[in-house]
């Protein structure tokens, strides 16, 4: 069974940077595609990054290409979300999610694990 831990929110101003982790336990990550998912109050869950199982492929929506990047390091069994020239509308929830498969996938409904999230809030 695989577990996801979050880590790295928190309050930014516009324009500024954050890099949130995400830590596996109980089985190593190299088995999986990795993706994050935010999800803005009152919105809808959006997949904002994806990385395939081994590290060769990513995928962004247009509204953080160019401002996001998805990694790994499979030694610290963790993956990574840079995101820079923060945005008011990037404010939400970000969760990390797995699934067993070597896609990269945005599609939230295939996923196999959660984390439980860490909250980004990009003031103005």
């Known amino acids: 069974q695989l577990q996801l831990v979050e880590s790295g929110g928190g309050l930014v101003q516009s324009g500024g940077s954050l890099r949130l982790s995400c830590t596996a336990s109980g089985t190593t990550l190299e088995n999986y595609a990795m993706s994050w998912f935010r999800q803005a109050p009152g919105g809808e869950r959006e997949g904002v990054s994806c990385?395939?199982?081994?590290?060769?492929?990513?995928n962004y929506p247009d509204s953080v290409k160019g401002r996001f990047t998805i990694s790994r390091d499979n030694a610290k069994n963790t993956v990574y979300l840079q995101m820079n020239s923060l945005e008011p509308e990037d404010t939400g929830v970000y969760y990390c999610?797995?699934?067993?498969?070597?896609?990269?996938?945005?599609?939230?409904?295939?996923?196999?694990?959660w984390g439980q999230g860490t909250q980004v809030t990009v003031s103005s």
């Open positions: 990385l395939s199982r081994n590290g060769r492929v990513t």
């Open positions: 999610a797995a699934v067993s498969g070597a896609n990269c996938v945005l599609w939230g409904a295939i996923m196999d694990y």
